[in-house]
């Protein structure tokens, strides 16, 4: 955690870990991220930088997972799309509706994206409940990070 402005343009890499259980400089005990996992945390911000187009770290996420070199990006997005999933498409009951077209499917997650990025949890899950089954929104995942990078045949880990 940061307590100040930093120039993004100097960060060199990016992942996710856990905060510290025991304190939170920000908000001592009270602090409600001091449960979260960094997927969770992780989820959130990706959901925020790809619902609103925002490409400021872009280039230390394209940097291939050192574990993994195949993966064209960081073990930072696995972590990411691991909790944008868990969040909001873990339950293929939740999608309920008959979106299913690229371009309006693509409308739909990015708002649910941007929405659960600015922590409405709630309604990004009404706009998912939109689309026709959880394989379209697993589809639709893939092709907005394929979009955002610009790069192809991105997908998601299972």
Known sequence: MIDGDLDLSDCNSFEFISHNSDICRLNGSDCPDKSA???RTGG???????????????HVLKVPSPFNPKRKLSDAVDTGIDGIRRSLGSKSSRFTGCI???ESRKAVLRGALALYGADQKASALELCALLKSEEIFETTLEEIINDHFDISGWICEE
């Not at 959130?44 to 872009?58: A, C, T, V």
């Open 100 to 102: 299913k077209s690229e």
């Open 37 to 39: 996992s960094p997927s």
């Open 44 to 58: 959130r911000l990706l959901s925020f930088l790809l619902g609103n187009s925002l490409h400021s770290i872009d």
